[in-house]
């Protein structure tokens, strides 16, 4: 079992930056490739990020890559979303994730366990 809590959300500008984090529970951490996925008001969850088990490697969303960098630090069993040059429609909820499979990390369905979520809103 591995419990994951979001933080970092809150209210920015267009353009500004903020860095969610994700605290995950149990000695497990570091065996688990990581995601971040966000849902808008009136839209399905969406992929946006994700490293592997290492941090060597990433994934990212087209809309994403350039303006977000996903991050990992096993010692403190947290993942980040660094996300900058924000725009109003990144509004929404950003939830973490964890995976065995680094081949289905884009998927939803690949995903075991769910944080509860942090609101980002960016205002225009």
């Known amino acids: 079992q591995v419990q994951l809590v979001e933080s970092g959300g809150g209210l920015v500008q267009a353009g500004g930056s903020l860095r969610l984090s994700c605290a995950a529970s149990?000695?497990?951490?570091?065996?688990?490739?990581m995601g971040w996925f966000r849902q808008a008001p009136g839209k399905d969850r969406e992929f946006v990020a994700a490293v592997d088990v290492s941090g060597s490697n990433t994934k990212y969303a087209d809309s994403m890559k350039g303006r977000f960098t996903i991050s990992r630090d096993n010692a403190k069993n947290t993942v980040y979303l660094q996300m900058s040059s924000l725009k109003p429609e990144d509004t929404a909820v950003y939830y973490c994730?964890?995976?065995?499979?680094?081949?289905?990390?884009?998927?939803?369905?690949?995903?075991?366990?769910w944080g509860q979520g942090t609101q980002v809103t960016v205002s225009s």
């Open positions: 994730a964890s995976t065995r499979s680094w081949t289905l990390a884009r998927l939803q369905s690949g995903y075991a366990y």
């Open positions: 149990g000695r497990t951490f570091s065996s688990y490739n």
